[in-house]
C-alpha cells in the first residue's frame, strides 16, 4: 500500500493542502509551530478516525472554520482506493470509501493500519504497564482475530464482576459463577499474548537486530530479550481456590488477577534494564519494538502499515541516529517523517532515491525539489 495522494482541508493550522506522496519515505520540515505534526494528525486521523493529541474532535476544526477533511488516495495490490473522513461542526465524522459511506470506523483501519512515534512514545519504558500492554495488543488485534473476540468476552465478565464487588452484599454463589468464566478467558488472553511474543514479536526483534549494521550501539538491541508478566490466578481451578480469592476481592472491591494487570519486561542478562536505559537508548530501542511491529504485521496479514514518525530525535548521536535511520528503512512500511531541518531529507537519501520533501510554514506546504535541497 502506498498513500500516493494526500489531501487536507481545515485541519488544524492547515487551511488546504494537496500533497503528492508517492514516495516510500515522505519528509516534511518546518519551524516550530509551522503545522508538521498537524500533518501527521490528519493522516492519523483518517487511519484512526481519532487523534492521538487530543480526545475532543472539535480542536482539529480550523479556527473559525466549521468543516475539516482528509483524504487520500490507496495504492494497493495494483488498486487505488479512495479513502476520506469529515468532521462537521460538533458533530460525528463521517468515513468514506471509494465514494460509499463506512459505517465501521474498524473497515478504514483494516484498510490502512498505523503505527505512530513521537517524543512521548519513548516514555513507554518508564510509564504504567498500560501503555506497554496496549502496545503489543495492537499487533495481536491486527495479526490474531480471535484476540479481539476473546478480549470482548473478557471485558465484558470483567465489568459485570467488578459491579457486583463495588455493590457489595452478593451472593458468593453468583460470583463464582462469575469468576469461573473470568478465570478462562483471562487464560485465554494471556495465552494469545505469550504466544505472539513467543512465535512473532522475540523473533522479529531479533532478524532485524541481526540486518543492521554492527556498531556499539547496536549490542544493546541484539541482547534484548522479553518477557510477559502475568498476573494470573495460577491455582487449580475449584470452588475452593475461587472462594478464597473472592474473598480477597470482596476486600478489595475488585478483581485481583488477570491481563489488565500484566506487564511486559525488556531484560537484558536477566535483568529489567527499563531502569537502566538512557533516553537515547530508549528511543533506539523503541524504534526497534515498532519496526519489528509493522513488519510482523505485514508479514501476516498482507497489509502494508503507514508509519509516522514525529520529530525525528536531534538530540541523539551519529551512530544511534544511523541505526534508527536503518531500521525505519528496513520496516516494510511507507513512512511519513517530520522534523525541524531538512538535513533529514538529506540523511534519507543517502539509503534511498524513493524520498518526496516538503517545507511546511505558517500551515502552508510546499514540496521541493532535488534542486531546491541541493542548489
Ligand atoms: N484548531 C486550530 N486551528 C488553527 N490553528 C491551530 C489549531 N490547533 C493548533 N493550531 C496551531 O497550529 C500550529 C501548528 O501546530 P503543530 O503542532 O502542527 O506544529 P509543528 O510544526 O509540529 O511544531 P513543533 O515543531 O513545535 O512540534 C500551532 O501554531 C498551533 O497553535
Ligand atoms: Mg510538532
Given at each position: 500500500m502506498l498513500i500516493s495522494q494526500l489531501k487536507i482541508f481545515g485541519f488544524r493550522n492547515i487551511e488546504t493542502a494537496s500533497l503528492n506522496t508517492n514516495k516510500r519515505v515522505n519528509v516534511f520540515y518546518g519551524k516550530n509551530g509551522s503545522g508538521k505534526t498537524s500533518i501527521l494528525e490528519a493522516l492519523f486521523f483518517l487511519s484512526r478516525a481519532k487523534s492521538f493529541r487530543t480526545s475532543k474532535k472539535g480542536e482539529l476544526l480550523r479556527d473559525g472554520s466549521s468543516l475539516l477533511a482528509v483524504s487520500a488516495d490507496l495504492q494497493q495490490h495494483l488498486e487505488t482506493h479512495k479513502l476520506g473522513i469529515g468532521l462537521e461542526g460538533k458533530g460525528t465524522t463521517k468515513l468514506k470509501l471509494d465514494g460509499e459511506v463506512v459505517t465501521k470506523l474498524s473497515q478504514a483501519s483494516i484498510l490502512f493500519p498505523t503505527q505512530l512515534i513521537t517524543?512521548?512514545?519513548?516514555?513507554i519504558f518508564w510509564s504504567s504497564p498500560k501503555a506497554r500492554r496496549s502496545f503489543f495488543d495492537f499487533g495481536l488485534f491486527h495479526v490474531e482475530h480471535e484476540f479481539q473476540n476473546e478480549w470482548n468476552v473478557y471485558s465484558k465478565i470483567l465489568k459485570q464482576t467488578n459491579a457486583l464487588l463495588r455493590r457489595g452484599g452478593v451472593n458468593q454463589k453468583e460470583l463464582l459463577y462469575w469468576y469461573r468464566g473470568l478465570v478462562e478467558s483471562a487464560n485465554k488472553i494471556d495465552h494469545f499474548r505469550e504466544l505472539f511474543l513467543e512465535e512473532h514479536f522475540s523473533k522479529a526483534i531479533k532478524e532485524l537486530a541481526l540486518e543492521l549494521e554492527h556498531n556499539e550501539k547496536t549490542d544493546l538491541l541484539k541482547n534484548l530479550l522479553m518477557r510477559y508478566k502475568k498476573k494470573a490466578?495460577?491455582?487449580?481451578?475449584?470452588d475452593d481456590s475461587l472462594l478464597k480469592q473472592i474473598e480477597k476481592d470482596i476486600k478489595y472491591k475488585q478483581?485481583?488477577?488477570g491481563p489488565n494487570r500484566a506487564d511486559y519486561l525488556f531484560l537484558r542478562d536477566g535483568e529489567d534494564m527499563s531502569s537502566r536505559l538512557s533516553r537515547g537508548q530508549a528511543k533506539m530501542l523503541f524504534y526497534l519494538l515498532v519496526v519489528a511491529m509493522v513488519n510482523i504485521i505485514k508479514q501476516t496479514t498482507k497489509k502494508n502499515i503507514l508509519l509516522l514518525v514525529d520529530?525525528?530525535?536531534?538530540?541523539?548521536d551519529q551512530q544511534t541516529r544511523q541505526t534508527m535511520l536503518e531500521m525505519l528503512l528496513h520496516s516494510q512500511a511507507q513512512i511519513f517523517v517530520t522534523g525541524i531541518e531538512n538535513n533529514i531529507a538529506m540523511e534519507f537519501m543517502n539509503y534511498t532515491d524513493s524520498v518526496n520533501v516538503f517545507h511546511v510554514e505558517h500551515g502552508t506546504v510546499r514540496q521541493e525539489s532535488m534542486e531546491q535541497l541541493c542548489p
Open positions: 517524543p512521548e512514545s519513548f516514555d490466578f495460577e491455582q487449580e481451578i475449584s478483581v485481583g488477577f520529530d525525528l530525535p536531534s538530540e541523539v
